[in-house]
């Protein structure tokens, strides 16, 4: 009997071991554990004093979007139009799919320009955010569960490499979301339309069909983004 044969409830534990007999167990393991061989501690604050943030984005003073997610008092500061759409979607994903979120776990625009990482004075431009920055700081890793993992890649990968995790920097952050196109990037754009037609679907948006990470198909793309971008 298959796994989607049975009348029990599917369980992301039932999906995971359906993914592995149908993927194999390397595929999801190397989804699961997939990081930098050890993670850097983080520097003491610098003062970012560049007119851009590190990836390539105006710092800005004004001008931005205040993002709420549905079912939680989260509220945090975007810039507007794709960057808002993109990171929107990945903070709804991880608020279901990964651990529930309030207001004062979710970070995103700020002025505050002592960073410890450089990737870190993209909050600076409005492209990045941090989720749970208390849990998972700067300089650590390790901190999410495998299932969890398997989550982010799915993020990442159904994001068409656009979104790049702090996880998977040398001063590991794994709060850490950012946009990972230079600002006139057309596959910013297009994701950012993909996103708006499919949360525009019933039954299709953030927060829903939260099994398919667990999905061959999905396992598959996501390694292969997460290989992708470890060659960079």
Not at 215 to 222: M, Y
């Amino acid at each position: 009997m298959s796994l989607f044969d049975s009348a029990r409830p599917i369980t992301r534990r039932r999906l995971l071991t359906g993914a592995l007999a149908a993927t194999g167990a390397a595929a999801v393991h190397t989804l699961a554990v997939s990081r930098p061989a050890a993670a850097q501690p983080a520097d003491r604050p610098n003062e970012w004093t560049e007119r851009v943030s590190a990836n390539g984005w105006p710092v800005v003073t004004k001008g931005l979007e205040t993002v709420r997610v549905e079912g939680s008092d989260i509220a945090l500061d975007l810039l507007p139009g794709a960057v808002t759409t993109v990171l929107a979607y990945v903070t709804r994903r991880f608020h279901y799919e990964i651990t529930a979120l309030a207001a004062d776990d979710v970070h995103g625009y700020t002025t505050r320009r002592a960073v410890a990482a450089p990737y870190e004075s993209n909050y600076l431009s409005g492209t990045a955010i941090a989720l749970h920055p208390g849990m998972y700081p700067a300089g650590v890793r390790d901190g999410l569960f495998p299932n969890q993992l398997i989550v982010i890649r799915d993020i990442l990968a159904q994001c068409d490499g656009v979104v790049r995790w702090g996880g998977d920097e040398k001063v590991a952050k794994e709060s850490h979301f950012q946009i990972d196109t230079a600002p006139n990037d057309d596959r910013l754009k297009r994701l950012a339309a993909k996103l708006g037609k499919l949360a525009a679907l019933p039954g299709q948006g953030a927060g829903s069909g939260e099994e398919l990470a667990f999905t061959s198909p999905r396992l598959g793309i996501a390694r292969s983004l997460w290989q992708q971008q470890q060659s960079r």
